[in-house]
């Protein structure tokens, strides 16, 4: 019973392209995240949406675009593709937007772009 | 702006033999400081919070504490299984975690 789950797990698409990336989980959280993991391994923040209201929005190119739906999911559209998009992406989310409650990761989309 | 240090980068341990890892930390309003475990091609699997220095918290052989700058994952007696990428993350007075590099952790049996 997964408790955060996205999809595509793998995503291998050419250089301007558009695609997207799916995120639910069914932990009753309020808050959702997208972070970018690079090639060293580096966890950085994207977005954060709380009640499907955005509540982070870090420096990312306007070709990254997320949607919460509903606050269970919140999906990331990715446009134009460029090399250096690839990366892995995970989705996490968050019983509140508090500050000291753990996040919850899905097991990331490994994005390749040629 | 917030940063997180980890360090090293890589450990290499023996099946039996205690070590640590280190995370600084600069802060703006420590509100937790987190330790995930990530392994190949997962996300990463949460550890502990630690909310004030001073408090630690066990888990099988994993031991966390805290001081006002710094944050150690204390290993006893390591098995293979422990073998993993450990993150390090702190949460400040927004909404947001930054997060180290992280420890490749091998354990050899």
């Known amino acids: 019973d997964t408790a955060v789950s996205q999809t595509p797990k793998y995503l291998v698409t050419q250089m301007g392209n558009d695609k997207s990336i799916k995120c639910e989980q069914n932990?009753?959280?309020?808050?959702m995240y997208w972070y970018k993991q690079d090639s060293k391994k580096f966890l950085k923040i994207m977005f954060s949406?709380?009640?499907?209201?955005?509540?982070i929005n870090e420096t990312v190119p306007n070709r990254f675009s997320p949607k919460s739906p509903d606050k269970a999911h919140l999906n990331l559209h990715i446009n134009s593709l460029e090399l250096g998009d690839s990366a892995v992406y995970f989705c996490?989310?968050?019983?509140?937007?508090?500050?000291?409650?753990?996040?919850?990761f899905g097991n990331g989309t490994r994005l390749t772009v040629t | 702006e917030d940063q997180v240090t980890q360090s090293p980068e890589a450990l290499r341990l023996q099946e039996g033999e205690s070590s640590s890892l280190n995370c600084s930390y600069t802060v703006s309003g420590l509100r937790g400081l987190f330790w995930y475990r990530q392994d190949p091609g997962k996300g990463p699997e949460f550890l502990f919070t630690?909310?004030?220095a001073g408090e630690e918290k066990e888990k099988e052989r994993l031991k966390a504490t805290l001081t006002k700058k710094e944050s150690f994952l204390h290993i006893t007696a390591p098995k293979p299984e422990d073998s993993a990428t450990y993150l390090c993350a702190a949460g400040g007075s927004n909404y947001k975690l930054t997060f180290g590099k992280g420890t490749l952790l091998t354990v050899n049996p």
């Open positions: 949406y709380n009640n499907k209201e955005l509540i």
């Open positions: 996490a989310s968050r019983a509140k937007a508090e500050y000291n409650s753990p996040l919850h």
């Open positions: 630690l909310y004030s």
């Open positions: 932990l009753g959280h309020d808050t």
